[in-house]
């Protein structure tokens, strides 16, 4: 599957230096976080110690992996840059496309039709620009990154939040939008702010019922679900030792459930068996060879409170089995009072599914130790009250679990195996009855369970939980059940209890796979032809956007002056819209759709100034565009908040709005508007919200004098014949001037890339 040794080597090859150079600037010793986010300046050694939570730095990550619904933008972006290759290895991965329904066979082969465009262009500009393709069925993507790609003291991108989980193997992987991964696939720098370090120290072992699981489940108990935000979780101590490493994996996955910018734990000798059994030894011997600096220098971890600016302590061997949920992943509850709790809150104990899988628990490991739960069931005379279904991680995992009688075990307790693919996870379930809205349980050892998230329905009440807690509640049917002191009715009428779960860490006989489902892509791609059909309603090659004409902008119509909460959301909105991810003319039509309009407190109902009438915004402005004319959207504070979906700066874009003037932006945003050519401007004095009207016809003066730290000027020409000139900032730099004068920052790579 082509990991890059050479590669790997390579990063391995400057820590010694970069580290060095590090622990001079920083002035102490250092986290392992740091080390690996020191080694990975886009400027080569530190020449400055970053300020955490405050200075803004340029990265060089190693890797970019891409799933496959958030991969169509960026890929479709990537190809404006005009780069033969993708600058770093990459992946796509098809997991997010296929539906849960029937089982594997059935529902791939339905999903491999309903979504082949999409599969195809996916396959063949991965084909062309040297990006490795994983196919539908080939698993998740975090799975199988920690497989094959993932590597100690790395630094990864990826297009979705949870690339987090690849922290199991020593990396800082971070999730991040496709404007990103298309950046650094195009060989740009890519900028995060120094995170704050939070370090978690686990001591004691875990046993009985207690799994990895449980380690973040408390930890999200703890945190809540903003707790980690902007900063990296770094686990350390003798028990993060014990763990597995897929079980790190796990712990690191979750993180994102408390909004961390990424957990990562120190290279240990669980890293190298995993790296050994997954056909790695030589990134293993690598590793091996810098081994000191793959972990926090002794001294961090002897007195960790002076060196992270958050501490938590967490004993292992004190942990019990638990359950987050309902509707949220941090509201923590062991297994021993959730029958109290249930009760209190009223919470229904009747549990209908358990579903086993997700990036989170689909490892080998997971599927054995709740195979050893599923066996017990079998042999003791227990029948299964509520359905199963599981959603291997992987086809290797899949293929071993299959040859080592996993699977067999899960189908003797009428178990549904689901293809390797998200499913359930991201709510491709086609779930018999879900329509109906009835109040339910459910349990799963995914990582997020808000409401309608896995079956549309809001009164599914979905608990978050490990696999062989799964099971073992998916047989008793009772969320209340507690194995580690329950017994439960066979049938023969006697009581017998499970014994805590056991499963091998790694295969015994080693993983095994025939297919993986990897496309290695061409050698050369300079004749593969990206496949799109110009009358797909899913995807759409993009034009570049108009270079700026070179003079002042005059007479531009407000769109909308949106009032209060306008987030990535609101502007442009997800549900059914994300079919349309790969179309940008066609996901444009929910531009603002969400957003307040000011002057009537309603959504998507704005006034067209040509015509006096009040419709939609996206219809209104595409009618500002077919006259020509320019527009203008203003916001409130902290505008564009929420993801980073680059489609909220793209589609203002695409449709002619010219400018967004707002108290404040959310910062991803303003990026994000400022790489596809867009002026994101700010009021001086914020009570100027209040000035803009309805009917304004609004200049922007100072364009061609354009630079940093330099006000430019509005010119508000109101209806009644009156005028206004109010100041407004900017935050564009140099280069970010440049990208706003060729009509995006992809227009300037591609002007170098023809030099
Ligand atoms: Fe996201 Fe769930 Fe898929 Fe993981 S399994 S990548 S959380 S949708």
Request: glycine share 10%.
């Amino acid at each position: 599957m082509a990991f890059d040794i050479d590669m790997i080597k390579k990063v391995y090859s400057q820590y010694e230096e970069r580290v060095t150079a590090a622990r001079k600037m920083v002035n102490k010793p250092l986290t392992l976080s740091e080390k690996i986010l020191y080694t990975h300046l886009w400027s080569g050694n530190a020449t400055e110690a970053y300020e955490r939570g405050k200075s803004y730095v340029d990265f060089a990550p190693d890797r970019v992996a891409m799933q496959d619904a958030t991969a169509q933008m960026a890929l479709l972006q990537f190809m404006q840059a005009g780069r033969a290759k993708a600058a770093v290895p990459s992946t796509v991965h098809c997991d997010h496309l296929i539906q849960a329904k029937e089982g594997a066979d059935k529902d791939l082969a339905r999903a491999k039709s309903e979504s082949s465009e999409v599969f195809n262009f996916l396959s063949s500009v991965s084909n062309k620009y040297g990006i490795g393709f994983w196919k539908p069925g080939a698993g998740i993507i975090h799975q199988v990154v920690l497989e094959n790609y993932a590597f100690p003291g790395g630094l990864m991108i990826g297009t979705d939040s949870h690339t987090v989980n690849a922290g199991g193997l020593g990396m800082v992987a971070i999730g991040v939008g496709g404007a990103d991964a298309c950046d650094v696939m195009a060989g740009l720098p890519w900028e995060l702010k120094f995170p704050k370090l939070i370090g978690v120290k686990l001591t004691g072992k875990l046993s009985g019922w207690a799994a990895p699981k449980d380690v973040i489940l408390k930890v999200a108990g703890i945190l809540t679900v903003k707790g980690g935000t902007g900063a990296i979780v770094e686990y350390f101590g003798d028990g993060a030792e014990s763990l597995s490493c897929t079980g790190k994996g796990t712990i690191c996955n979750m993180g994102a459930e408390i909004g961390a910018t990424t957990s990562t734990f120190g290279y240990d000798a669980s890293m190298e068996r995993y790296l050994r059994a997954t056909d790695r030894a030589d990134v293993a011997d690598a590793a091996n060879a810098i081994k000191g600096h793959l972990t926090a220098d002794p001294e961090v971890y002897a007195n960790p409170e002076e060196y992270f600016d958050q501490l938590i302590e967490i004993n292992l061997s004190e942990l019990e089995p638990s359950l987050n949920g309902p509707f949220t992943p941090d509201l923590y509850t062991p297994a021993s009072r959730m029958r109290e709790e249930a009760q209190k809150n009223g919470w229904p104990t009747k549990v209908e599914w358990g579903l086993i899988g997700s990036c989170t628990n689909s490892s080998y490991e997971d599927l054995a130790r709740a195979a050893s739960i599923a066996r017990q069931a079998v042999d003791k005379g227990l029948v299964t009250k509520a359905e199963f279904g599981i959603n291997p991680g992987s086809e290797q995992v899949r293929y071993t679990a299959d040859r080592d009688g996993l699977l067999k075990t899960f189908e003797d307790l009428n178990a549904t195996i689901f293809t390797n693919a998200c499913g359930p996870c991201i709510g491709m379930w086609d779930r018999a009855g879900a329509d109906k809205q009835e109040k339910n349980t459910i349990v799963h050892s995914f990582n997020r369970n808000f409401a309608k998230r896995a079956d549309g329905n809001p009164n599914t009440y979905a608990f978050v939980t490990s696999p062989e807690m799964v099971a073992a509640i998916a047989i008793s049917g009772d969320l209340g059940f507690n194995p580690v002191t329950d017994t439960l009715t066979n049938k023969n009428g006697e009581q017998v209890k499970l014994d805590p779960p056991t499963g091998d860490e790694l295969p015994t006989k080693g993983f095994d796979v025939e297919d993986p489902g990897y496309q290695a892509p061409a050698a050369d791609g300079s004749s593969v032809v990206v496949e799109v059909s110009p009358t797909s309603d899913r995807l759409q090659l993009l034009e570049p956007f108009a270079p700026w004409e070179g003079t002042d902008l005059k007479g531009l119509k407000v769109l909308i002056k949106a009032k209060g909460k306008c987030t990535t959301d609101h502007i442009s909105m997800a549900g059914p819209w994300l079919k349309y991810r790969g179309h940008l003319d066609n996901i444009s039509n929910n531009l603002l759709i969400g957003a307040v309009n000011y002057f009537n407190d309603k959504t998507d109902n704005v006034q067209n100034q040509l015509t006096g009438e009040y419709g939609a915004v996206p219809a209104t402005q595409r009618a500002y565009k077919a006259a020509g004319i320019g527009s203008i959207v203003v916001g409130d504070e902290n505008y564009g908040e929420g993801s980073s979906r680059e489609h909220a700066a793209m589609e203002p874009r695409h449709l002619g709005v010219r400018a967004v003037l707002v108290k404040s932006f959310a910062r991803i945003h303003e990026t994000n508007l400022k790489k596809q050519g867009m002026l994101g401007l700010t009021f001086d004095n914020k009570d100027d919200y209040d000035k803009i009207q309805e009917q304004d016809n609004i200049d922007i003066i100072g364009l061609t004098e354009f630079a940093p730290n330099k006000p430019l000027t509005l010119v508000l020409h109101h209806a009644d014949g009156s005028e206004e000139r109010i100041t407004v900032n900017h935050t564009y730099n140099a280069q970010q001037i440049e990208w706003f004068k060729a009509g995006g920052a992809l227009n300037i790579i591609r002007a170098n890339q023809a030099k």
